[in-house]
C-alpha cells in the first residue's frame, strides 16, 4: 500500500507563484513516475506534468515554460513550482504515483487527495 499527502496550496493573485508538495509513504518498493493532474469545477480532471524514473518530463501545453517538476528518490517526495499563475490555472492539483509495494511485482497507480490552487485578485 502507498499513501500520496499534497500540500502547499493556496491562494495567490496573477502572476504570483505557488510550491505544491506531495510526499509519498507506506510499503514502497519502487516508484516508476510521479506527476500533477489538476480539475476545476465542471471539468475533467486533466494532466499537467509527469516525471519518469530517469527525470524526463512531460508538460501540458497550457503549462509549458510556467511550472516545472522535481523529484527528491531519498525523501520520495515531487514538487511543482508554479509561476507566472493564471485565473485558468485555478483547480484542485492532485499528485500521482505509478509504484510497485514492497513484495509485488505490477505498478499500480495511486493518487492524493488533493491541495486547492486558486488564482485570483
Known amino acids: 500500500q502507498v499513501q500520496l499527502v499534497e500540500s502547499g496550496g493556496g491562494l495567490v493573485q496573477p502572476g504570483g507563484s505557488l510550491r505544491l508538495s506531495c510526499t509519498s509513504s507506506g510499503s514502497i518498493f519502487m516508484i516508476n513516475a510521479m506527476g500533477w493532474y489538476r480539475q476545476a469545477p465542471g471539468k475533467e480532471r486533466e494532466l499537467v506534468v509527469t516525471?519518469?524514473?530517469?527525470?524526463?518530463?512531460n508538460y501540458a501545453d497550457s503549462v509549458k515554460g510556467r511550472f516545472t517538476i522535481s523529484r527528491n528518490d531519498a525523501k520520495n517526495a515531487v514538487y511543482l513550482q508554479m509561476n507566472s499563475l493564471k485565473p485558468e490555472d485555478t483547480a484542485v492539483y492532485y499528485c500521482?504515483?505509478?509504484?510497485?509495494?514492497?513484495?509485488?511485482?505490477?505498478?499500480?497507480?495511486?493518487w492524493g487527495q488533493g491541495t486547492q490552487v486558486t488564482v485570483s485578485s
Open positions: 516525471i519518469n524514473s530517469g527525470g524526463g518530463t
Open positions: 500521482n504515483a505509478a509504484a510497485v509495494s514492497s513484495g509485488g511485482y505490477f505498478s499500480d497507480n495511486y
